[in-house]
């Protein structure tokens, strides 16, 4: 069974730096595409970063320049830097892991952005 187990959310000011990690326990980590994902009250789940078994990445335009998504394979970890965070990226975040017809999901974890 996958688990996927998110990290280090919490309350930011605006403009402020905050990483979320999400360890995995899974075999073969190295092949999965992992993702991060976010959803805000009220609103749908939205695709936030996700970073594919060779490293190739891609990006919600409203988070490019600002979060970095990174792998570490052999900690079995992804991570998302988030860097100058504004008001409107306050949501719960969510790790994705994929791979064939399989998809996971983590518990999530609040990241608040006070302005």
């Known amino acids: 069974q996958v688990q996927l187990v998110e990290s280090g959310g919490g309350l930011v000011q605006s403009g402020g730096s905050l990483r979320v990690s999400c360890a995995a326990s899974?075999?073969?980590?190295?092949?999965?595409?992992m993702g991060w994902y976010r959803q805000a009250p009220g609103k749908q789940r939205e695709l936030v970063a996700t970073?594919?078994?060779?490293?190739?990445?891609n990006y919600a335009d409203s988070v490019k320049g600002r979060f970095t998504i990174s792998r570490d394979n052999a900690k079995n970890t992804v991570y998302l830097q988030m860097n100058s965070l504004k008001p409107e990226d306050t949501a719960v975040y969510y790790c994705?892991?994929?791979?064939?017809?399989?998809?996971?999901w983590g518990q999530g974890t609040q990241v608040t952005v006070s302005s």
């Open positions: 994705n892991a994929d791979r064939f017809q399989y998809t996971y």
């Open positions: 899974v075999i073969r980590f190295d092949r999965y595409k």
């Open positions: 970073i594919t078994s060779d490293g190739t990445t």
